[in-house]
Nanobody
Framework: VQLQASGGGLVQPGGSLRLSCAASGSILSINAMSWHRQAPGAQREFVATITSGGSTVYQDSVKGRFTISRDNAKNTVSLQMNSLKPEGTAVYYC???????????????WGQGTLVTVSS
């Protein structure tokens, strides 16, 4: 199983970016998919999550600015980030809690991360 994240880059404060993450490989089912981020010198933190049924939860600091969505048919999750702030500079990681096969346990998988830099 692999998770490939993309969409990071340099954006000015107040700007927007859309991150995408695709899960591939042997996948039987995916439960929650989520985004996390790690700023320089800080611990990785939760940003947003979405269940297979579409229920979402956000970190308070991104509510109203970020939107998480997923395409269950394509095993993808996206994060639309609007009104970005300099403190949003971080490496963003996607995570998927999934079952790879009937013989596998449900576990979480991480993508490789994509860098978002918010700066003028």
């Amino acid at each position: 199983v692999q998770l490939q994240a993309s969409g990071g880059g340099l954006v000015q404060p107040g700007g927007s970016l859309r991150l995408s993450c695709a899960a591939s490989g042997s996948i039987l089912s995916i439960n929650a998919m989520s985004w996390h981020r790690q700023a320089p010198g800080a611990q990785r933190e939760f940003v947003a999550t979405i269940t297979s049924g579409g229920s979402t939860v956000y970190q308070d600091s991104v509510k109203g600015r970020f939107t998480i969505s997923r395409d269950n048919a394509k095993n993808t999750v996206s994060l639309q980030m609007n009104s970005l702030k300099p403190e949003g500079t971080a490496v963003y990681y996607c995570n998927a809690v999934l079952r790879a096969s009937t013989a596998s346990n449900i576990r979480g998988y991480w993508g490789q991360g994509t860098l978002v830099t918010v700066s003028s």
